[in-house]
């Protein structure tokens, strides 16, 4: 296999799985396993699989509530990252982050957020501080198109500048905030202008096209690695609603079958087998990358809830006496009003 070969080769794996993840994580939902009813898919997003493959071992990053793709192709294990989905006590946080609050610091993972653009600043944090330490280590925030339009990320890119931070804003622009498309929320999408109005390195890349997404990120890491912090918006387009249970009627059918026309993971496929690589091979992996994700959605669903007496723990400082549950007190109470 040819040197590009094996680079679009493993960049086709890490976004299979992640396509295979997120088709569980749906499943889950249909099951009624899930542990919450907001779960937001990154299907059409799988590009994003470039830049997570150019960040190096040490780095961190910060994702949005469309984060499950962006952590299964950081190496998260899948039938951990559905346990978390599914609230289940061998999840990632223990079942009690689920769908928008994962986190995980032995992969970089500095956590996702439910907050529109809440996560940005965190990543100019952690930059800020491996700078002070002179740690060779870059911190990528993922955020949506939503955040564009949020006042922290313009406070976060003017101090990433000033400052020359190990940091990079990784916009993933699916075309919706929940139901608005972006011409309606943003009279000027030329995002890559607004990052450079500050100082940064700024860039749109087709989010389709995941070796230049790849390529493009390597260059971005790279100067953000040495004080030049920079800012990527990647074009791609949500294949589903804003949420699972989200049908998007305020799309219409044609712009739907466009937007899905340019899957990435077609895009890859083609560009492999048009490479010399064989359909049957890549069948085979597809396969096993099923295989994989069906198994971890059933140990996922047949994992153990989270006891009660645990719903306290990781929330208080160790040395804090543990709230006592409503149940138990009125339980209490009730108790002592039968004697």
């Known amino acids: 296999m040819s040197t590009d070969n094996r680079l679009l080769h493993a960049l086709y794996r890490d976004m299979r799985r992640i396509r295979s993840l997120e088709e569980r994580v749906s499943e889950l939902f249909v099951r009624s396993e899930s542990a919450g009813s907001m779960l937001h898919l990154s299907i059409g997003e799988e590009g994003i699989a470039g830049v997570v493959h150019a960040m190096e071992r040490q780095d961190s990053f910060t994702t949005h509530h469309r984060g499950h793709g962006i952590f299964v192709a950081r190496g998260a294990e899948p039938a951990r990252m559905l346990a978390e989905i599914a609230g289940k006590a061998n999840g990632y946080c223990r079942g009690k982050g689920g769908s928008m609050h994962i986190a995980d610091m032995g992969l970089g993972h500095l956590g996702a957020n439910a907050i529109v653009g809440g996560g940005i600043a965190h990543a100019v944090g952690a930059a800020l501080a491996y700078k002070r330490k002179k740690q060779p280590r870059v911190s990528v925030a993922f955020f949506g198109d939503g955040a564009m339009q949020q006042g922290i990320l313009y406070e976060s890119m003017n101090l990433a500048a000033l400052w020359s931070l190990p940091v990079v804003f990784a916009c993933i622009n ?74 998007s009627p305020y799309r219409d059918e044609a712009e739907e079958a466009a937007g899905r026309a340019r899957d990435p993971l077609k895009k890859a496929r083609d560009k492999l087998i048009a490479r010399g690589a064989k359909a049957a091979e890549l069948d085979a992996l597809d396969a096993e990358i099923a295989a994989e994700m069906d198994a971890a959605l059933e140990a996922a669903v047949n994992s153990s809830l989270p006891s009660v007496d645990s719903m306290f723990e990781d929330v208080f400082a160790p040395d804090q006496p543990k709230p006592v549950p409503v149940r138990t007190r009125l339980n209490a109470i009730l108790s002592e009003a039968a004697k």
Do not use: W
């Open 174 to 247: 699916n075309q919706y905030g929940m139901g608005t498309r972006v011409d309606r929320a943003a009279a000027n999408l030329a995002f890559d202008d607004r990052a450079r109005a500050f100082g940064l390195d700024g860039v749109i890349v087709d989010g389709a096209d995941v070796e230049l997404v790849h390529e493009t990120a390597e260059r971005v890491l790279s100067n953000a690695r040495q004080g030049k912090p920079g800012f990527m918006s990647l074009t791609c387009y949500r294949f589903y609603g804003h949420a699972r249970m989200d049908k």
